[in-house]
């Protein structure tokens, strides 16, 4: 049983999720930290007594449910979920096929909704716990050659919108974290893959496009680190925030998105408020 707060994060095996575990271990937290590979999840965050490297196949809810078990058996507890895990099938809608959409969509919004639902009963029963999901910029606006990303993590926002409502009286709280462009494995090959290119009114688009996101692989501004060492604060913090931009782009992102539909509430204002029953 442990006296420090438990936190248990997926996709822990690499990129962000690896600085994410260290941040936790380092201010304190004991860290279930899962991934496909235990053992490349203990490799790559460091072995020690507060961690507890476990298999984790999002998309599969038994291995979820195991993920829960294993962290009470080991811990007693769960304090925090951060659901970190997933991936970035690119292209343009009409050459994404329709089972790798449907993929991204498993793996981006089932994966975390498959982990959450597993964790919510240990939180419930301690009327105590916050749940962290990490989202995008894409899940605030939709953008060229990112449809079935963008479905994904706007899905993401609209179902943790709601679950805060849904689990507020049993103590709980949850963050959507949005992140800009960060140093992270997201355009590597392990994480990104691209529709191929089959209709010849995308393939000159198709190839500027791969050619800019891999020469900007590895060049990004943000700081992964960075944004662990941050999220763990605000983690630990009183007030937790509903949604966290993170990095200057993200909050620019925020706000053009926050002007744009003012704008369109306006636009038609005099028309939209005149849809009503005459009395």
């Known amino acids: 049983m442990a006296e420090k707060e438990v936190l248990l994060i997926t996709g822990a095996g690499r990129g962000m999720g690896v600085d994410i575990a260290k941040a936790a271990l380092g201010a304190g937290y004991a860290v279930v930290a899962t991934g496909r590979d235990p053992e490349k999840v203990t490799n790559a965050v460091g072995a020690t007594d507060d961690l507890l490297a476990v298999r984790l196949d999002v998309t599969d809810p038994a291995d979820a449910r195991a993920a829960a078990r294993a962290a009470v058996d080991r811990f007693g507890r769960i304090d925090v979920l951060v659901n970190n895990a997933g991936n970035f099938h690119a292209g343009f809608f009409e050459e994404i096929t329709p089972e790798d959409f449907r993929a991204q969509v498993e793996t981006n919004l089932f994966g975390p909704l498959n982990v959450t639902r597993a964790v919510l009963p240990v939180l419930r029963e301690q009327r105590s716990g916050l749940v962290v999901t990490i989202s995008s910029t894409a899940g605030i ?17 609209g179902w943790m919108e709601s679950l ?116």
Do not use: C
């Open 141 to 157: 606006v939709g953008g060229e050659f990112t449809s079935a990303y963008a479905a994904s993590k706007f899905g993401l926002e």
């Open 164 to 279: 805060a409502i849904e689990v507020a009286e049993f103590g709980i709280r949850t963050m959507i974290v949005d992140p800009g462009f960060f140093r992270t494995d997201l355009l590597t090959p392990e994480s990104t893959s691209y529709a191929e290119p089959v209709i010849a009114d995308y393939v000159e688009r198709t190839k500027q496009t791969v050619d800019t996101w891999s020469g900007m692989n590895g060049l990004q501004a943000g700081d992964p680190a960075k944004l662990a060492a941050a999220l763990i604060g605000l983690i630990g913090s009183a007030e937790p925030p509903p949604r966290w931009a993170a990095g200057a782009d993200a909050v620019a992102t925020l706000e053009r998105k926050a002007k744009t539909l003012l704008d369109q509430a306006d636009t038609h204002r005099e028309l939209s408020s005149s849809l009503a029953h005459d009395a």
